[in-house]
């Protein structure tokens, strides 16, 4: 039985808008009605995975930062997993003079050394704004708590800084697009994939009584833990040939786990008759 359902945001759970449907709100009720649980997993703050929840009225699990923070569903923080600070300023010197919008994230928190106009747009995408630090190098030198970099900008250059930064630090580092315009930089082997690992185990459970929702890379690594994968059909190519199953929308993806649930509940019932 698929006891867990875990959800990616951006381009899966919410739309354009940065909202959850009423489909899918409809949905999810019915998961809660199944007695299956809810996991968010993203590469966004806690503090948004929680007011998308608090608006949907829904509890879950959540898997923040693309896997740097997992919070359990009660709020009790689980896990943490941040840069070394060397890396993390080394990391920082790299892209430092890029032309992209460079956000260095905390957990609680992105922070940014300027605004301008390209970084407005990229904002306006948040759930909450920027926190101007103006001293982040220096800041950096000083063992600043870092889980996550996000560069936004043309995609040929994010592809150039992710070819550096794997030629300088590829032993230290976990790079790839998140977004179409997003290149998220994450300490070794932090993953939503891991994370996801280590919250089943504490929760008692094993890959196959999960099914995970997701449409970008940083989602693959979560595709390959369990057989029960959805990928929405908007997503790249790449990412598409790592899920099981594709949908064009958590509502669909849940009413395949729901009828999965139903046809081995009603063959374990024939089995007992016998």
Not at 145 to 158: A, E, H, I, Y
Not at 174 to 197: A, R
């Amino acid at each position: 039985m698929i006891k867990l359902i875990v959800s990616d945001l951006d381009g899966t759970l919410l739309d354009h808008d940065k909202k959850v449907t009423t489909r899918e709100i409809e949905a999810l009720q019915q998961v809660k009605e199944a007695g299956i649980n809810l996991c968010l997993a993203s590469g966004r703050m806690n503090s948004e995975m929680q007011q998308v929840l608090q608006e949907i009225n829904h509890q879950a699990h959540s898997v923040s930062q693309n896997g740097a923070f997992i919070h359990l569903d009660n709020g009790t923080l689980f896990q943490t997993k941040l840069f070394e600070p060397a890396i993390a300023l080394k990391v920082y010197r790299l892209f430092q003079s890029s032309d992209t919008v460079q956000l260095v994230c905390s957990g609680d928190a992105n922070y940014i050394a300027a605004m301008n106009t390209a970084a407005d747009e990229i904002q306006a995408r948040m759930f909450h704004p920027f926190i101007l630090k103006s001293d982040l190098e220096k800041s950096l030198v000083d063992a600043f708590p870092v889980c996550k970099f996000s560069l936004f900008g043309q995609v040929d250059n994010l592809l150039s800084l992710k070819a550096l930064l794997e030629k300088e630090l590829g032993n230290h580092l976990d790079v790839y697009l998140s977004d179409k315009d997003c290149l998220d930089i994450m300490p070794h082997q932090v993953s939503k994939g891991s994370s996801l690992l280590e919250l089943l185990q504490h929760l008692g459970l094993q890959p196959e009584e999960i099914a995970c929702c997701g449409d970008s890379f940083n989602d693959v690594s979560m595709f390959g833990i369990t057989p029960h994968s959805f990928v929405m059909q908007t997503a790249h190519p790449d990412v598409k040939q790592h899920a099981a199953h594709q949908v064009a929308s958590v509502a669909e993806a849940i009413a395949h786990v729901l009828t999965y649930n139903e046809k081995l509940q009603s063959e374990r019932t024939e089995r007992w008759a016998r």
